[in-house]
């Protein structure tokens, strides 16, 4: 059983708890991490794959009930029995080889990294794993003396050296790889993480839109065990949380009905309000201690309509604004803004550790939304910059390649720059952030500003760029095709 607290797996630090693996054959075209001992290791029920440290493993059989009991989820559920298959199969397969040949050239690997000196059989390491754990422990130290017994001692789950596929496409493409970090402790919602997992919260959770962001985010709350009702203007969208363990609402009444937190997460002001003041909408089934938490990106206006609208039925509301791009929330590494009810901030403490890194609260319901649209402000206006930059060294006969080569040496250096610039070289804008996204949430924060009379002439720059590019149709691309509205 592999114990990811510490560990990256589909691009995620943290909080993803113990999962059944074994170690793999890594493609000959992907690096091994520098440092500490580790092996690339497959994730039964899923297409994840990590490089994990030694210390990290620990065997199935002697911690099979205990993380069994740890995780609820139907998708852990699915991978324990995949790996019981696999097993399952190993030993018959192993059978057959014995009866046939004792000539075994597959090779194992011990709980402290090391390869055996000669070739050992599956049904022997299976035996391995079934000894007294103490024993086994014993043996570990032995062999890997600066690594010390505590909490967080994990060792050897089981492997079988396995052939990645023959054709294959770009490993960056394929898999989902990131060298492993430092271990990062995410204290949301000043709630503490159980060696470094996550406890779900025992209230049930609904959640209204299923778009970009809400996807990730809804797959994250069941990962980590939530109990989880959706609904989705587009019914269809829900059917894959119905199949990992979701309950299905009719309409948002009946989700707020059902249940003690609902979370919004739509494109826009008026999506918003209709959601919450349309037929059979949240206000018709919000009642006294309903929680109600808007996700969305939108102004402080509407933030105040929809909180009034809810505490004058008897609710509780927070406002949760996300910064981030549609891979964060896939990742579970989306930063939370709230403001609102507090209370409601420190109920919502094991959803934000799934979904986010960190979260800050704000005070006052309308400072989240603010806070929000001044970041996508500076981010859209940077983005627009970004773009400009790059036109102007293609036309002036410099390379963009290497302007953006310049870009990532310095002090702008970040996985932002790096990402979009590198959408523009090779005119991939599949959308992260849709541009007409980012185009609203540049036209609310100018409107902010006006609010306060405070000028914000670069944004405004910015927002006739974006202005231009939808024009152009890409709309729905992502924010770096602003890129188009210079070339044209």
Not at 111 to 140: C, I, N, Y
Not at 298 to 312: F, H
Request: net charge positive.
């Amino acid at each position: 059983m592999l114990n990811m607290c510490n560990h990256t797996i589909r691009g995620k630090l943290g909080r993803y708890p113990p999962w059944p693996g074994k170690v793999v054959s890594p493609p000959k075209d992907l690096k091994k991490p520098t440092g500490k001992k580790c092996f690339f290791v497959k994730f039964f029920g899923t297409e994840d794959h990590a490089w994990i440290k030694v210390e990290q493993l620990k065997p199935y059989h002697p911690h099979k009930e205990e993380m069994i009991k740890i995780n609820k989820g139907k998708r852990f559920q699915q991978a324990v029995d995949a790996v019981e298959e696999f097993l399952k199969k190993g030993k018959g397969k192993e059978q057959a080889s014995h009866n046939a040949s004792s000539e075994d050239k597959s090779k194992s690997i011990l709980a402290g990294g090391k390869k055996r000196k000669s070739p050992t059989t599956v049904k022997a390491l299976l035996e391995e794993d079934k000894k007294d754990l103490a024993s086994h422990k014993q043996t570990f130290f032995e062999k890997n003396k600066k690594v010390k017994d505590g909490p967080y001692f994990h060792h050897f789950l089981l492997s079988q050296t396995e052939k990645p596929c023959s054709s294959m496409e770009p490993i960056s493409k394929r898999l989902k790889i990131i060298e492993e970090a430092a271990s990062t402790s995410i204290q949301a919602a000043d709630s503490t993480a159980i060696n470094g997992s996550i406890t779900p919260t025992d209230k049930r959770i609904g959640f209204l839109g299923l778009g970009h962001m809400g996807s990730g985010i809804v797959s994250n709350l069941l990962k980590m065990g939530h109990v989880v009702t959706v609904w989705n203007r587009t019914a269809e969208k829900c059917d894959l949380f119905i199949q990992e363990g979701a309950t299905l609402g009719r309409t948002p009444a009946e989700v707020v009905s059902m249940c003690d937190i609902t979370f919004s997460c739509v494109s826009d002001p008026k999506a918003a309000k209709d959601l919450v003041q349309g037929p059979s909408g949240v206000l018709q089934g919000i009642r006294l201690g309903k929680c109600y938490v808007e996700m969305s990106t939108v102004d402080p206006e509407t933030i105040a309509e929809l909180s009034q609208g809810i505490t004058s039925r008897g609710g509780r509301f927070l406002e949760a604004p996300l910064s981030g791009s549609q891979q964060l929330s896939n990742d579970g590494m989306l930063v939370i803004l709230a403001a609102g009810d507090r209370t409601v901030y420190e109920d919502c403490s094991s959803c934000f550790q799934a979904i986010g890194k960190t979260s800050f609260f704000l005070g006052e319901a309308g400072n989240a939304a603010k806070m929000m649209l001044i970041l996508s402000m500076v981010q859209g206006s940077f983005m627009a910059t970004i773009a400009e930059g790059l036109t102007l060294a293609q036309v002036t006969g410099q390379s963009q390649q290497t302007f953006l080569d310049i870009l990532c040496q310095g002090q702008m250096a970040s996985t932002f720059l790096d990402q979009k610039c590198q959408n523009i070289l090779q005119g991939n804008f599949r959308p992260d952030y849709y541009l007409k996204h980012i185009q609203k949430d540049l036209r609310l924060a100018i409107s902010v500003g006006d609010s306060v009379n405070h000028p914000t002439p670069m944004a405004a720059a910015a927002n006739e760029v974006y202005k231009r590019a939808k024009a152009l149709d890409q709309s729905d691309n992502d924010m770096s095709a602003v890129y188009r509205a210079y070339i044209h």
